[in-house]
Antibody, heavy 120, light 108 residues
Framework: QVHLVESGGGVVQPGRSLTLSCAAS????????IHWVRQAPGKGLEWVSG????????YYAESVRGRFTISGDNSKNTVYLQMNSLRVEDTAVYYC?????????????WGQGTMVTVSS | DIQLTQSPSFLSASVGDRVTLTCRAS??????LVWYQQGPGRAPTLLIY???KLQGGVPSRFSGSGSGTEFTLTISSLQPEDFATYYC??????????FGGGTKLEMK
């Protein structure tokens, strides 16, 4: 079974840091790109960041560039999202998602999400 | 940035109805358009990719069409499990991608 499992969410004060993890199983991790997508409460989906599994190419939305860092560890089949200088507007459910090999860049597998709440 | 506008934002319909959801792109994205379904409290799931290709396991009552700037998702006969929110997603500028604002399909 192909799975992505996010962890690391929680409640954090503005200006602090948090690191999310996305653990993959059931597929050859190092042949896929993995992305983070977030959803603020009651709102739509927002792309956050993406990484090729070999880790050389990393991409960020303008809203998080310079504050968030994506990385991967192929030995652990895990992608990380380090979030620094968190803001109230970063409050959201964070999903990781896999780009399918045959789905023309569509996200064919999603995790269940992890909630991040930024509040004083 | 490529903007995606979905319409309507909300749609009320009944089981058995045929419904069509629209997604308009701010510039030509060829067929690089994806549709997802998201149930309440659930992660999105892939329905359609490349504008019209049905993801494996998705019922054939779902279909997608369009190219360029205008796209549609049609559900031919609504089932109870189809009441959810639907998002379009452009991958023409992959990896710098964007989502539409969503259409919430509610039971009348």
């Amino acid at each position: 079974q192909v799975h992505l499992v996010e962890s690391g969410g929680g409640v954090v004060q503005p200006g602090r840091s948090l690191t999310l993890s996305c653990a993959a199983s059931g597929f050859t991790f190092n042949t896929y790109a993995i992305h983070w997508v977030r959803q603020a409460p009651g709102k739509g989906l927002e792309w956050v960041s993406g990484i090729w599994s070999h880790g050389t190419n990393k991409y960020y939305a303008e809203s998080v560039r310079g504050r968030f860092t994506i990385s991967g560890d192929n030995s652990k089949n895990t992608v990380y999202l380090q979030m620094n200088s968190l803001r109230v507007e970063d409050t959201a459910v964070y999903y990781c998602a896999r780009v399918g090999l045959r789905t023309v860049w569509a996200f064919d597998v999603w995790g269940q999400g992890t909630m991040v709440t930024v509040s004083s | 940035d490529i903007q995606l506008t979905q319409s309507p934002s909300f749609l009320s319909a009944s089981v058995g109805d045929r419904v069509t959801l629209t997604c308009r792109a701010s510039q030509n994205i060829s067929t690089y358009l994806v549709w997802y379904q998201q149930g309440p409290g659930r992660a999105p799931t892939l329905l359609i990719y490349d504008a019209s290709k049905l993801q494996g396991g998705v019922p054939s009552r779902f279909s997608g069409s369009g190219s360029g700037t205008e796209f549609t998702l049609t559900i031919s006969s609504l089932q109870p499990e189809d009441f959810a929110t639907y998002y379009c997603h452009q991958v023409n500028s992959y990896p710098l991608i964007t989502f539409g604002g969503g259409t919430k399909l509610e039971m009348k």
